[in-house]
């Protein structure tokens, strides 16, 4: 398959551990958030998205946690498989736009 | 089967040439999206259309040129004026109707020139 990131920052994890995912933003005024797993060659698929009125979300085996003090996103996994083995993106926007604007990602790795 | 499909998979295009990538979607979407994406970096955006005969410049335009003339539909052109085009683009759709702005993305076409 295709690479889609050579030179992304890693995170390594052993299988059956948790992984925290983060993620900056840079717009004070962004009130919608939404991470996506990318597997190589492939298209994005939404993991998960949280608005700022809320600091937590919890999906299925993941839980999005928002510090908008510190305009801090990030994303957890629990009990991590070989299947999350992806890029991670997250991706902001505001109220006033439908436009997301995409971080740079993180790979992640899980060692069996 | 709701989603979003582009064509071709792989494209290979001699320096000078235009080419057209196809975006059709059948889940009643509003909003459409191009992004490209090089290795090591995150989406750049570079046209969106919220409605059928019109469209906006998304950060990296220069080099690109979109219709959306089928709510279905939004074809991207690289042309010839596009530096540096070899690179894996991603089409998207979203509703507008804020309820969730998730945006939904095809498998992308990786672009290659020769």
């Known amino acids: 398959g295709e690479s889609v990131g050579l030179h992304l920052p890693t995170l390594s994890v052993q299988e059956g551990d948790n992984s925290i995912i983060n993620c900056a933003y840079s717009?004070?005024?962004?009130?919608?958030f939404i991470w996506y797993k990318q597997e190589s060659g492939k298209g994005p698929q939404f993991i998960i998205d949280i608005r700022s009125n809320m600091d937590k979300r919890q999906g299925q085996r993941v839980t999005v946690l928002l510090n908008k003090t510190v305009k801090h996103l990030s994303l957890q996994i629990a009990a991590t498989q070989p299947g999350d083995s992806a890029v991670y993106f997250c991706a902001e926007n505001t109220d006033s736009s439908y436009k997301l604007i995409f971080g740079s990602g993180t790979r992640l790795l899980v060692r069996p | 089967d709701g989603g979003i499909t582009q064509s071709p998979k792989y494209l290979f295009r001699k320096e000078g040439q235009n080419v057209t990538l196809s975006c059709e979607q059948n889940l009643n979407h509003d909003a459409m999206y191009w992004y490209r994406q090089d290795p090591g970096q995150g989406l750049r955006l570079i046209y969106y259309?919220?409605?059928?005969?019109?469209?906006q410049k998304g950060d990296i335009a220069e080099g690109y040129s979109v219709s959306r003339e089928k709510k279905e539909s939004f074809p991207l052109t690289v042309t010839s004026a596009q530096k540096n085009p070899t690179a894996f683009y991603l089409c998207?759709?979203?509703?507008?109707?804020?309820?969730?702005?998730?945006?939904?993305f095809g498998p992308g076409t990786r672009l290659t020139v020769l």
């Open positions: 717009n004070s005024a962004s009130d919608y």
């Open positions: 259309s919220q409605i059928v005969n019109d469209f």
């Open positions: 998207a759709s979203s509703t507008l109707d804020r309820v969730t702005d998730e945006q939904f």
